[in-house]
């Protein structure tokens, strides 16, 4: 990335979260200063910490996957990582109940991992894109069935409603507490996958070139796999599944490192934190009265930048 | 100054063993499947093959990503790029430096990958594998896409690289013609091992099934061919 992208890009994440932190501005305007502080503290800031460390989790997860797989259309949720993720936390959630944050991410963090294990099962490791997108297709198919089954057989009534935030993902009501135990395996996991920026540079030589340069592909592959799942994961246990983010931060982030795909992770991370502070604007500016799930505002953002990717691959390719 | 012994891939490459000089440029020649590849893999440490290198004295399998490169290279047959990168950024990635003004690539170093042709993609693959200036190159079918001219030029130009200083080259090649005319020394590979140094008219007939005849390469005919024997 060049120095004055960087800067741009840093200083647009900067104005996102000032924004996201002041706006709307009535009620901290509100002359009684207690309420106003409880306000910017307690709701906002957890919940532009988690827009931040959620998007920028997505963001670098999606770039290292798809450096991975060698595919631009890889990301946890088409790949199904973050339904996979979904379904392990309202499994866990039915089990123990919605109050036990590390049952609940440990059980996300197993859905995660399932679902990429089988993922790996069904596609292979150099999965071509119809076979990479079919496979994570049929695998978030198959989470959201068994999510929603679970859902009609729980005994709460509430249930649906409980679980309506892990289906389209919510900030909004999470403690700091909430905030930090998403944050910090978001920050260390990124940080990690920044170190794998090099190598998975290399991987765009191809495989077989990577480890006669002397790299180790097997603990690469499965260094990014644990990284994103136990990230991801961690982030899917608060806030739920949000999806198309981590498919097209990275592909905006590989224009600014010239096509590198290894070391567009940083920029990825900057423009997936830039999107869900983005999307979290759009939810809470919104004049609907009520609030929408902040996975609606990413997918209907979303889906048709994915449909123009596909598109756009197809002209090259029949060019 | 390459000295390998006992090099196996399960399946695909048994107890190969073999030497190469300094200055030496040798030619790795057989069938289809014979293992021609998996003994550049072993040599290059792809994949988990057993047996050892020793490199003037190095293992290079053992080295990382930053000193690897000088050691050896390796050149796959494949010249698929699975990412669109622009050609002088690949070059870099490999170790090396983008200044071969022996390859011509001027006007293509800025451009991407997927917008050259196939020989030209395979003369910026090659200088990728050059550039970091190895003891030790594995090119695996390094003329394959490249026009006659560049055929040529390609042959002569890892000569020259490899008579200057204590290098060495190892080229995979299905050409026999052009093995004979720039190799110091041929290895024939059948079957996963090493069979033979240099062409010799009953063995080539035994292995690939052809002879020489009236000046060009023929199928041995039907009746005497030794591979329907076997």
Known sequence: MSGR???????????????????????????????????LIELRLPRTLLALVYGAMLGASGAAIQALFANP??????????????????????????????????????????????????????????????????????????????????PSPFAFYDAYDWLMGSLIDRSLDQAAFAAIPAVLTITMLM?????????????????????????????????????????????GAIGFVGLIAPIFARRLTNGHPGRAILGAALIGALLLNLADLVVRLAPLGRTLPIGVVTALLGAPFFLWQVAHMRWRLSA | MLEASDLAIPGRLFDASLRIAAGELVCLVG????????????????????????????????????????????????????????????????????????????????????????????RVLIARALAPRPKLLLLDEPTANLDPLWQIRLMELVREEISAGDRAALIAIHDLDAATRYADRILVMDRGRITAEGLHGPHVAAIFGIERANGAWRPVRPSADPRSSR
């Not at chain 1, 920026?197 to 180790?216: C, H, K, W």
């Not at chain 2, 040599?43 to 050691?71: E, K, N, T």
């Open chain 1, 5 to 39: 992208n960087s800067i741009m890009l840093w200083l647009a994440l900067a104005a996102a979260l000032i924004a996201s932190l002041l706006l709307p501005l009535q009620p901290l305007l509100d002359v009684d200063r207690g309420l106003a502080k409880a306000v």
């Open chain 1, 73 to 154: 259309l890889a990301s946890p949720d088409l790949t199904g990582t973050t339904s996979g993720a979904a379904l392990g936390a309202v499994v866990t959630a039915y089990l123990f109940g919605f109050a036990a944050p590390l049952a609940l991410s440990i059980g996300s963090v197993v859905g995660a991992l399932g679902a990429l294990a089988l993922l790996l099962a069904l596609a292979g490791p150099k999965a071509e894109t119809a076979t990479l997108l079919l496979s994570g297709l049929a695998i978030s198919a198959l989470a959201g069935a068994l999510t929603t089954l679970a859902l009609a057989l729980a």
């Open chain 1, 195 to 239: 170190r794998l920026s090099p190598a998975l540079d290399r991987l765009a030589l191809g495989e077989e070139v990577a480890q006669s340069l002397g790299d180790n592909i097997v603990r690469l592959r499965l260094m990014v796999v644990c990284l994103s799942v136990l990230g991801v994961g961690a982030c899917v246990a608060i806030c």
């Open chain 2, 31 to 122: 069938p289809n499947g014979s293992g021609k590849t998996s003994l550049l893999h072993a040599l290059a440490g792809i994949g988990r093959p057993s047996g050892r290198v020793a490199l003037d004295g190095v293992d290079p399998r053992q080295l990382g990503p930053a000193r690897r490169p000088r050691y050896l290279t390796y050149l796959p047959a494949t010249r698929d790029v699975p990412w669109p990168l622009i050609a002088r950024d690949l070059i870099a990635l490999g170790g090396g430096e983008a200044n071969l003004p022996t390859l011509e690539l001027g006007g293509l170093l800025d451009r991407r990958m997927d917008s050259l042709s196939t020989g030209e993609r395979s």
